[in-house]
């Protein structure tokens, strides 16, 4: 495991960890997203790549379409071809995009046209087109019964979203403007088993070249496996658990812990049969640091049409028209923002805003609420078992600055950028050498792991269990940062502060890089529409 650098610097670096990572996935997140499934980010992520001999690289990862069950035929889960889709990069720290790469969608019949089916004989014979988006077997080398096809064009915009310069991101082979898209994973009987199909969407993994860089880039986009991990309707029906590691350490099987906690068991997370649509790119990191300091601030962002209008004879190229400017409905940068601390009347507003207006959203940070819901779910019971008299599980440090470092501003020489302005954005330090997958810690900086969640998010860094702790106060206990692991405070706020943030809260759905590929895109192959029984896939290499 790499190594603390110094202690004041591994301070920091805790604190953004620890401030950071109170937020998760993104799914249904507010009111307005919950009508446009097509349009929700789910979960966002930045990261040093890690796969070998691709350290120059670094990996975006937006994913959308959230809850996707396998079997969700016969149309499946195509992209909105009304809808931008984004990922915004600022490398100059004015929480402003320097660098945009914009994904327009287009779900067409087959330039060979429907497949048609003879129905009758003699007279009474008629050619009929399919009445199923798909029939009969696709391989990775052919798909000719597939009715719908889609496929998306890429374009980078330097400057300001809408009015900076565009110029088309294109094939590095032949200079086609067109990306296609696999079709998502109907059942193994059109595809076969994870293997086939692993081998059918490879070939949608296409070698990009970016404008103005000397060096190419990869992209994908397709189904892949839900990669977030949690117990998720218990969490949101109140916390329907205790939500404290019940073992002496996860996964030690010894009941040593919390009287009646919660423990480590992968059938809690419900999503494990649930699939999302990825947007994966990879860049050069010398194509997207522009002149600041390494650091890169990242998020994404869908929009629609601000009007839409039904066609009133609908045709399947074309159903309805938007018309008017784009206007933004969903945005995402850190996770589990907008379900645990924006309030209930500003969620929408969060999705539309920009994260250089995120000053009007301070007051979620500085005076959090979810705390306060733990400790009426919980006070009663904690002290009840305990045998305490505890007044208020929540902490008492409001504001919450320790909060505000790690959300909205970063460390300086550790994630800050080179200007503060105060935003939710994921922040990255380029500079900092990517982890190999076997290596990774899921609590990432927290467990000397630098190349983790805060800098960054990879799909392997468990921000679930931090959030439950960190939220409950952790930051104002001793960390084990000093010598031979001695407990280091970082000066935020005292153990008296908050009562139960040395707790190890958990929701016991348990996370590791070793869940997913060791190269791009990372995310694993998606679980298939049939059979019902059908065994979860797995990383390539396993």
């Not at 301070?11 to 349009?39: C, D, G, N, W």
């Amino acid at each position: 495991m790499r190594q603390l650098w110094s202690l004041p610097l591994a301070i920091a670096l805790l604190a953004t960890s620890m401030a950071s990572s109170v937020s998760a996935s993104s799914h249904r997140e507010a009111p307005f997203i919950t009508k446009y499934p097509q349009v929700d980010g789910t979960d966002f992520y930045a990261f040093n790549s890690y796969e070998p001999a691709r350290e120059a690289y670094v990996t975006f990862l937006a994913n959308y379409i959230p809850v996707q069950a396998a079997y969700g035929g016969p149309n499946y889960f195509p992209m909105d071809e009304r809808a931008l889709y984004e990922i915004h990069i600022d490398n100059d720290g004015d929480a402003v995009e320097d660098l945009s790469f914009q994904f327009r969608f287009s779900n067409r019949v087959p330039d060979t046209g429907v497949v048609n089916f003879s129905i009758g004989a003699g007279d009474n014979q008629k050619t009929v087109p399919a009445v199923l988006r798909n029939v009969g077997g696709i391989s990775a080398d052919a798909a000719p019964s597939l009715n719908y096809v889609e496929s998306y064009s890429l374009t980078m915009v330097a400057g300001d979203r809408r009015a900076g310069t565009k110029m088309p991101v294109t094939h590095v082979a032949g200079g086609a403007t067109s990306f296609a898209k696999p079709f998502d994973y109907s059942g193994t009987k059109t595809f076969g088993d994870a293997g086939m199909y692993r081998s059918y969407a490879e070939r949608f993994i296409h070698d990009i070249d970016i404008p103005g860089c000397d060096a190419d880039g990869k992209v994908f986009v397709g189904q892949r496996l839900e990669p977030f991990k949690i117990a998720l309707g218990e969490t949101f029906d109140l916390v329907n658990f205790v939500p404290i590691e019940g073992d002496s350490a996860p996964g030690a099987g010894d009941g040593a812990g919390f009287p009646g906690g919660v423990t480590q068991d992968a059938s809690r997370n419900v999503l494990n049969k649930n699939n999302i649509t990825t947007i994966a790119l990879e860049l050069p990191k010398a194509c997207v640091t522009g002149n600041g300091n390494g650091v890169i601030g990242s998020w994404t962002s869908a929009s629609l049409r601000q009007a839409n209008i039904l066609n009133r004879r609908p045709r399947l190229d074309k159903p309805e028209i938007g018309l008017g400017p784009w206007t933004q409905v969903s945005r995402l940068g850190n996770f589990l923002v907008n379900e645990l601390f924006i309030g209930f009347p500003d969620k929408d507003r969060f999705n539309a805003s920009e994260p250089k207006d995120d000053g009007q959203f301070a007051d979620y940070v500085t005076h959090p609420v979810f705390p306060a819901i733990v400790n009426v779910l919980f006070r009663d019971a904690v002290n009840t078992t305990l045998g305490a008299s505890i007044e208020d599980l929540a902490p008492t440090n409001i504001p919450r600055n320790d909060l505000v470092a790690g959300f909205l501003t970063g460390f300086p020489g550790v994630n800050q950028l080179a200007a503060v302005t105060p935003s939710e954005i994921l922040r990255l330090n380029t500079g900092i050498p990517a982890t190999e997958r076997t290596e990774q810690h899921t609590l990432g900086v927290a467990a000397g792991d630098l190349a983790g969640f805060p800098n960054g998010r990879r799909p392997g860094d468990d921000a679930v269990d931090i959030a439950l702790r960190v939220a409950m106060g952790a930051l104002c206990h001793d960390l084990p940062l000093g010598e031979a692991g001695a407990g280091v405070n970082l000066g935020l706020c005292t153990p008296a502060d908050a009562p139960v943030g040395n707790v190890p809260l958990t929701d016991g759905a348990p996370l590791s890089a070793l869940d997913f590929d060791n190269a791009f895109p990372y995310l694993i192959t998606p679980y298939p529409g049939s059979p019902n029984d059908a065994p979860i896939p797995t990383p390539a290499d396993m």
